[in-house]
């Protein structure tokens, strides 16, 4: 049975997490919205204003509703089998794929420092503000720790030889972060050559490239979690 996957049919945002790990393990899914339109999302919304989902992603299968970027990625290489098995690498995943959350909620808070309702416009002192310390602190802070973590077993994978939804979570976060703020990454990114080579490693992986072709894979645009803003950016 395919999933039902709920997210906003026009960014990418915290939905393409789920969607990579679900394109690239080869399970089943609607793509709910992009099928039958955001108000089709957020009527079914309605139906969880007491619970279970709090906000999309989501996914709905066998009457069950998954919730939550990370959650539902470990839910789904717990039931597929997609990923490396054994104990210690499932929750050292589930620590970098929160890590990746963590930093994808900082990225969004450079452009939105005073909250998501308020234009950008309105809150663009503020942000430019944030973005300096993101830019000299925080990135370089987040991608150290990435990197470390890259050599923490052998091989070319986070859990050593089998790639995983930590690994595609974090090919998006490069990709995001370079849409973003593209000369701070430019001048970061050949300090951390395993990361840049994870990059390239997901991109490459047979089993996206499909969906990488596909205008399944939607592109980054101003209404995203990663938004580039010329005056945010800067070497």
């Keep these: 049975m395919a999933y039902d996957f709920w997210y906003w049919s026009t960014i990418a945002g915290r939905g393409e997490f789920v969607r990579l790990t679900l394109e690239a393990c080869g ?3 609607r793509d709910r919205a992009r099928a039958d339109g955001d108000e089709a999302l957020m009527a079914d919304m309605e139906r969880h204003d007491a619970g279970p989902a709090f906000a999309p992603p989501y996914l709905v299968t066998d009457g069950r509703t998954v ?3 990370a959650n539902i990625l470990f839910y789904l290489a717990e039931r597929h089998e997609c990923g490396p098995a054994g104990l210690k690498p499932r929750y050292w995943l589930a620590q970098v794929q929160l890590t990746v959350m963590d930093m ?5 808070d450079v452009h939105h420092p005073l909250g998501p309702d ?3 416009e309105e809150q663009k002192a503020e942000a430019l503000r944030a973005a300096h310390g993101f830019r000299a602190h925080r990135i370089p ?3 150290t720790y990435f990197e470390h973590a890259l050599s923490a077993e052998p091989g070319e994978w986070l859990a050593a030889q089998r790639w995983s939804h930590a690994d595609l979570s974090l090919f998006h976060l490069v ?3 370079r849409y973003a703020f593209p000369l701070r990454m430019a001048t970061l990114m050949p300090s951390f050559p395993r990361l840049s080579d994870l990059h390239d490693r997901v991109a490459a992986l047979p089993e996206l490239q499909d969906y ?3 205008d399944r894979r939607l592109p980054f645009t101003q209404e995203d979690v990663f938004r580039h803003y ?3 950016d800067a070497a």
């Design 212 to 214: 990488l072709a596909s």
């Design 27 to 29: 399970i089943p899914y």
């Design 67 to 69: 919730a939550q970027t």
């Design 175 to 177: 990709a995001g972060l």
């Design 104 to 108: 994808v909620a900082e990225a969004h």
């Design 230 to 232: 010329p005056e945010l």
């Design 118 to 120: 308020l234009y950008y």
């Design 141 to 143: 802070k987040f991608l």
